[in-house]
C-alpha cells in the first residue's frame, strides 16, 4: 500500500466528511420530529391518523432509498405546477433533496421504533402521574417521553447509524460527500484497495465515536441503574 | 418527444415500457437471490467461527461483522465492481488483451450484496443457535448421533426454525439494497426505470412504477416468509 497516496487521500476524503456530517444530522434532526409525529398517529387511537401513519410507514419502509431519492430529484421536476411552486429552488438543489429523502425515510423507520418505546412505559407510571394531579401534557413531557427515550434510545442509535451509511447514496445526485469523492479518486486512479480502506476507516471511525455517544447518553439517562459509589470510611 | 400516458407505459403492447420493467423486475430479484444465497453462506461459516472456531476464526469473523456493518453498501460494491475489473483487467492483460476490461455488473452487485447481508447473516444465525435448548443437542449425542447426522437431523432445522424471522428481516434488506447494483450498469427495475425516464422524460412515473413494483416484490414475499415461518415452527407450543 503507497503510503504517499493513501494520506492525499485521505485528505481529500476529510474534506468531504462535513457535507456527509450535514447531510446525516440534518436528516435525523428532522426525521426525529416527524417520527415522533407519526408515532403519535399511531398511538393516537383516531382511525384516519393511524391509517395514514401505517401506510407511510409501510410505503417508506417497503421501497429502495435510492428509488425515494430519485422520485424526489428527477421525479419531482416533472410537474410544471412544482417547477413553478415557491419550494423549486429547494427541490432544485441536489443537497436538499437528498437531505428530504433521508428525513423521509429515517422518520419511517424511527416512528416504529418511538412507537415501540412509547408503548414500553409501564401503565403503573402513567397512572401515578395523573393520580398526582399531572394535566395530560405534562404526564406526557414529564414521565411518558424521558422513559420512551430511555427504552428507545440502543434502537435509536442504529438507525442513526445506518442513516450515516445511506448518506452516501447523495453521491448518486452529484453530491461530493465522502463516497461521491472516493468514487472519483478510484475513477481517476484504479486505486480500488487504498481508497476504500481509506473511505470505510472514516465512516468506520463516525460510527464508532457515534455509539461511544449513545452509550453515553445512556449512562446518563439510566442513573438508577448504576452502581451505588463506595464510600470509604476512613 | 413522445410522452406517453401513465397507463401507456405500464402497458404490454408495443410502445408500452410493460416487458421491459418485469424483466427488469425480474433481474432485481435475482440479484437479490444470488445475494441472499452467497450472504447464507458466509453467514452460516461466520456464524459457526464465532461459536465453535478458534481464537484466529473467531477474531476474523468478529473484525469481518463489525467491518461490514460500519461501512456504506454503495462503497463495497463500488470495491468489488471497480476491484473486480482491476483484477479482470491485469489477468486479460497478462493473457495479451488490451485495454480496460470491465468485470460483470451482475457478477460483482451479487457479491457485494452477498457478503454485506453475510454479516448480517451471520449474527441472525448466532442468535438462532443460542436459541437452540442445549438439552436437545445432548438428547441428540446420547442417542449416539455422529457429528454430521446430528448436524444434518437435530442442529441444522433447529437453527434455520429460529432464524427464520431474522432471515426474513435481512432478505427485505437485500431486496431494497439490490438496487444499488444499478450503479454498476446491470439493467435490473430501478436502471430500467431510468432508462425509461431517460427516453420519455416521465421520471415520475417511471420512479413510481418501481417503487410500486419493489413494494409488491416485498410484500409477497413478506406473505410467503410469513407463511413458511408458520410451517417451520409448526411443533412449538404457544403460550
Known amino acids: ?234 | 418527444m413522445n410522452s406517453p400516458a401513465f397507463f401507456d407505459i405500464i402497458s404490454f403492447g408495443p410502445d408500452g415500457w410493460g416487458h421491459a420493467l418485469a424483466a427488469g423486475a425480474w433481474m432485481t430479484v435475482l440479484i437479490a437471490l444470488a445475494g441472499f444465497a452467497i450472504g447464507s453462506l458466509i453467514g452460516i461459516f461466520g456464524a459457526w467461527a464465532k461459536i465453535s472456531g478458534g481464537p484466529v476464526p473467531r477474531v476474523i469473523a468478529e473484525a469481518y461483522t463489525t467491518i461490514l456493518r460500519g461501512i456504506p453498501d454503495l462503497l463495497v460494491i463500488y470495491l468489488f465492481y471497480f476491484g473486480g475489473s482491476a483484477v479482470v483487467t491485469a489477468v486479460g492483460q497478462f493473457f495479451g488483451a488490451e485495454g480496460f476490461v470491465s468485470f460483470p455488473g451482475f457478477v460483482a452487485g451479487a457479491l457485494a450484496v452477498g457478503v454485506t447481508s453475510g454479516a448480517q447473516q451471520t449474527e441472525v444465525f448466532r442468535g438462532a443457535f443460542r436459541a437452540v435448548h442445549p438439552g436437545e443437542l445432548e438428547a441428540a449425542t446420547a442417542c449416539g448421533m455422529g457429528r454430521v447426522l446430528k448436524f444434518r437431523r437435530i442442529t441444522a432445522p433447529l437453527t434455520l426454525r429460529h432464524a427464520l424471522p431474522g432471515l426474513g428481516n435481512v432478505w427485505q434488506v437485500v431486496l431494497k439494497e439490490s438496487a444499488l447494483v444499478s450503479v454498476t450498469g446491470v439493467v435490473e427495475l430501478l436502471r430500467q426505470a431510468q432508462i425509461g425516464a431517460g427516453s420519455t422524460s416521465l421520471p415520475f412515473d417511471f420512479y413510481f412504477i418501481a417503487a410500486m413494483i419493489y413494494l409488491a416484490i416485498s410484500t409477497v414475499s413478506g406473505a410467503f416468509l410469513n407463511a413458511s415461518e408458520r410451517w417451520f415452527s409448526r411443533g412449538v407450543r404457544r403460550g
Open chain 1, 1 to 234: 500500500m503507497d503510503i504517499a497516496f493513501a494520506s492525499e487521500t485521505l485528505m481529500s476524503l476529510l474534506s468531504a466528511l462535513p457535507l456527509t456530517l450535514e447531510l446525516a444530522v440534518t436528516a435525523i434532526a428532522f426525521g426525529s420530529v416527524l417520527a415522533l409525529a407519526l408515532a403519535l398517529a399511531r398511538l393516537s387511537g383516531m382511525l384516519v391518523l393511524d391509517w395514514l401513519a401505517r401506510s407511510y410507514v409501510f410505503v417508506f419502509r417497503g421501497t429502495p432509498l435510492l428509488v425515494q431519492i430519485f422520485l424526489i430529484y428527477y421525479g419531482l421536476s416533472q410537474f410544471a405546477a412544482v417547477r413553478h411552486s415557491i419550494f423549486w429552488p429547494v427541490l432544485r438543489e441536489p443537497y436538499w433533496c437528498a437531505a428530504l429523502a433521508l428525513m423521509l425515510n429515517t422518520a419511517a423507520y424511527a416512528s416504529e421504533i418511538i412507537r415501540g418505546g412509547l408503548l414500553s412505559v409501564p401503565h403503573g407510571q402513567v397512572e401515578a402521574a395523573r393520580a398526582c394531579g399531572m394535566p395530560r401534557f405534562m404526564i406526557f413531557r414529564r414521565i411518558v417521553m424521558p422513559l420512551a427515550i430511555r427504552q428507545a434510545l440502543p434502537g435509536y442509535g442504529n438507525e442513526m447509524m445506518s442513516m450515516v451509511k445511506a448518506t452516501s447514496l447523495a453521491s448518486i445526485i452529484t453530491l461530493m460527500e465522502i463516497t461521491g469523492v472516493a468514487a472519483r479518486i478510484i475513477s481517476e486512479s484504479y486505486r480500488v484497495i487504498e481508497v476504500f480502506v481509506v473511505a470505510g476507516a472514516i465512516y468506520l471511525a463516525i460510527n464508532f465515536l457515534l455509539t461511544r455517544l449513545i452509550a453515553f447518553v445512556e449512562y446518563r439517562l439510566t442513573p438508577h441503574q448504576r452502581q451505588p459509589l463506595a464510600i470509604h470510611a476512613n
